[in-house]
């Protein structure tokens, strides 16, 4: 759907001036002189790309102008002058030959009112660019009477929608108004506007592309779901330990009682998701809206299903990248994090899952989405095995509620990481080798404790480099594993998948892999080994913690193995072994566990 450009018009009513951008404006005048307004309407301009039209527009809305033909030609000398710096992108610009032009009533027919319904409903609690609003309303087996642009322009007339651009140019810089980066904004030619120079966002493209030309349209969310059946009755087929209770009820009280958001700091494994539940029921009684926003896809998909269980009455939506129905209604949205770059003002409760994980981490794009998704005056609960500096320092000083779950639901402390000072790999006699240390660690997961082993490096080069020779080096005696005990994968690597499945299936012992393994992957029975744990650029304490976090999840393997091996004692190492203990510690003082965490193993 090609985007319709703009005319910039000048509404004289009230004794002032209002300056509005439309693609029609005998729609417009329709729209006034229907409304009951006592108004004249000038248009000044010829018709423009929409991010050039809304420019204009704001800098004549933002001044106070004579009444009558006074202000008409100061409107249209401003107007002059501005147009001057597009021309090199739209060298054909022109303005109203005399400056400008009033439109005269006629009979136009307005939008009727079930077509402006279908799109208001479907445009509620959203940001889309106009093909997606058709394809919203497709999506939802809807076809209004009216042209849906029509529609559109009523309601931003109405001030029921904001329009902008979908990149915002003032002639030196620009930014995204989907996901408000500045940093990956560039020009190219257009075959929608017919610039030779039409700004586009490379930061949100595979979303679709937001240029200059585009209108964006954003609708704020209902103040809450009315007329409807409660839906936050919550079946969790199992009961929560006693560590999940207390915090679950310690997050109702802060979200709802102090009325803060909150930080739950769980260890890794200890249910942390099902803790939520109760706050989520909670916003959904009350007949708000919930999203829970999470880094990845594969946990999307997976949580979906636990999600619909918990919560049989209510409507849920799972939206990734590819899929099926992106723009249905739903009570409780579980979604990527990229995917709330659609939604505005939507949500009470907004349960951000990991976000410690890439790509939210650290990425200014994806926290505005999340916060530009929650409605004003809601609240936003962070989930997080290894939260980051910045949401532990807001805890510190009270600005956010802090919960913790130190213990996993078998009640056993978690796995304490052993340092081991040790070059992993070295070289000699002309020949890479492995340390004895981590020779030993494997045959003694394998063969001693009967524990499969994740081998965690640094690189996908080390993966396949040390993959071959822990295989060459453990089919040796006095080892003797076979060939196939021994796999390893990386992001780059095609089979990485079956790998993975295969691994957590048991059928084989060991596999040596990269940071895309330390979450979301649960073996029963797994003792971990980090090689190369000093490199200080890819392991620090989060990613640490979360790759110890693979071991000892298990009630049938609770007592797991943890080993960071390296050549000196990094000071994430340190922090990461301090984490763990000191979540052991919380969780003995609080008597959520069913025996002693152990203490001084593998020195200081």
Known sequence: MGSPKGLVYALAAGGGWRIFVTHDPALD?????????DCRLFVLSFPLPQGIAHSLQQ??????????????????????????????????????????????????????????????????????????????????????????????????????????????????????????????????????????????CAACAAMGEARQCRPLFLKPGLEAITGQPRVGEV?????????????????????YGQGKDCLVWAACGAGKTEVAFQAIARALEDGYRVMVAIPRRDVVRELEPRLAAAFPLARI??????????????????????????????????????????????????????????????????????????????????????????????????????IVLARALSDRGGRSILAPEVLEIIHRSVEGDMAQVFVFVPTVYMASRVGEILRESLQKPPYNFPGDWVQYAHARDPDRERKREAFTRGDFPVLVTTTIMERGVTIPRVNVAVLFAEDERVFDEGTLVQMAGRSGRSALHPAGRVWFVGSRRSRPMLEARRHIRYLNQEAGRRGYLVSRPETGRGGC
């Open 59 to 200: 800098r004549l809305a933002g001044k106070t102008w004579p009444t009558g033909e006074a202000g008409l030609a100061a409107m249209a000398g401003l107007l002059a002058k501005e147009t001057r710096r597009w021309l090199t992108v739209l060298p054909d610009l022109r303005l109203v030959e005399n400056g400008w032009e009033e439109v005269q009533p006629d009979r136009r027919t307005l939008p009727d009112a079930e077509s402006i319904d279908q799109v208001r409903a479907v445009l509620t609690g959203r940001v889309l660019l106009l093909p997606e609003v058709a394809r919203a309303l497709h999506d939802r087996g809807v076809y209004p009477a009216a042209p849906l642009v029509d529609v559109l322009q009523v309601l931003y007339l109405a001030g029921e929608v904001e329009r902008r651009p979908g990149v915002v140019w003032d002639g030196l810089g620009g930014s995204c108004a989907r996901c408000g980066q500045a940093g990956e904004i560039h020009a190219s030619p257009c075959a929608d506007c017919g610039t030779t120079g039409c700004i586009y």
């Open 29 to 37: 005048r329709a729209y006034w002189q229907d409304s009951g307004e």
């Open 235 to 255: 079946h969790l087929g199992f009961e929560l330990t006693p560590a999940q209770a207390d915090a679950s009820l310690a997050l109702v009280d802060s979200l």
């Open 317 to 418: 939506a799972a939206l990734y990248g590819g899929a099926p129905d992106k723009f249905r209604d739903a009570d409780l949205v579980v979604a990527t994090t990229h995917q709330a770059l659609r939604f505005y003002q939507q949500f009470y409760l907004v349960v951000l899952d990991e976000v410690d994980a890439f790509p939210y981490h650290g990425n200014p794009m994806l926290y505005l989405a999340v916060d530009r998704a929650r409605r004003p005056g809601g609240r936003t609960l962070y989930l997080t095995a290894t939260p980051p500096v910045n949401l532990r320092e807001m805890a510190v000083k009270g600005e956010l509620g802090l919960v913790y779950l130190p213990a996993r639901p078998h009640g056993y402390p978690l796995p304490e990481p052993e």
